[in-house]
T-cell receptor
Framework: GQQLNQSPQSMFIQEGEDVSMNCTSS?????WLWYKQDPGEGPVLLIA?????ELTSNGRLTAQFGITRKDSFLNISASIPSDVGIYFC?????????????FGKGTHLIIQP | DAGVIQSPRHEVTEMGQEVTLRCKPI?????LFWYRQTMMRGLELLIY????????DSGMPEDRFSAKMPNASFSTLKIQPSEPRDSAVYFC???????????FGSGTRLTVV
């Protein structure tokens, strides 16, 4: 399948700091999705992006669909302890079925007291 | 809605035994997906169904894996015989459409010893 490069792999931050993570690919995607996974649970959809250049917010979270359609970023402002978890990007290839939805390997967010 | 419901949450079995994982999708969702998550490979799509019909099973590792969806509210993923390398978290997800964001269950953590 297609490869999504998600970075960073992990982040160690202080509470209150802003967070930024991104995903890039050599392929063009029609849709970018950002999920969060808490320990022992399944991924939960945070933000969905459907158009190149689209910038969408969900509370303290902001995500953008890159102009080239090959990348996306997620920002979290003023991090709080409950933001801890694994964040996944996922991209949907044009015309693809479910096998066209590719997940990144995830960014582990750890907040130090 | 109670969301996607998976059972059991944890399964420990001996190598060679048959394992059956169960999933109840969200009512009204036409698509059902089975994913496997490991540290090394991340989230991998195993198989997906549309209106109870298997559409793409190219992600199923080998003949030891089989999945069924006898009706719109129930699906099973069976491994027979199980092997230690099958140890992973198995997620079921469902959706109205493909690529717009899936709702995941809490997963089944399978350990084969």
């Amino acid at each position: 399948g297609q490869q999504l490069n998600q970075s960073p792999q992990s982040m160690f931050i202080q509470e209150g700091e802003d967070v930024s993570m991104n995903c890039t690919s050599s392929s063009i995607f029609n849709t970018w999705l950002w999920y969060k996974q808490d320990p022992g649970e399944g991924p939960v959809l945070l933000i969905a992006l459907y158009k190149a250049g689209e910038l969408t917010s969900n509370g303290r979270l902001t995500a953008q669909f890159g102009i080239t359609r090959k990348d996306s970023f997620l920002n979290i402002s003023a991090s709080i302890p409950s933001d801890v978890g694994i964040y996944f990007c996922a991209g949907q290839l044009p015309g693809g079925g479910a096998d066209g939805l590719t997940f990144g390997k995830g960014t582990h967010l750890i907040i130090q007291p | 809605d109670a969301g996607v419901i998976q059972s059991p949450r944890h399964e420990v079995t001996e190598m060679g035994q048959e394992v059956t994982l169960r999933c109840k999708p969200i009512s009204g969702h036409d698509y059902l997906f089975w994913y496997r998550q490991t540290m090394m490979r991340g989230l991998e799509l195993l198989i997906y169904f549309n209106n109870n019909v298997p559409i793409d099973d190219s992600g199923m590792p080998e003949d030891r894996f089989s999945a069924k969806m006898p009706n719109a509210s129930f699906s099973t993923l069976k491994i027979q015989p199980s092997e230690p390398r099958d140890s992973a978290v198995y997620f079921c997800a469902s959706s109205y459409v493909i690529g717009n964001g899936y709702t995941f269950g809490s997963g089944t953590r399978l350990t084969v010893v």
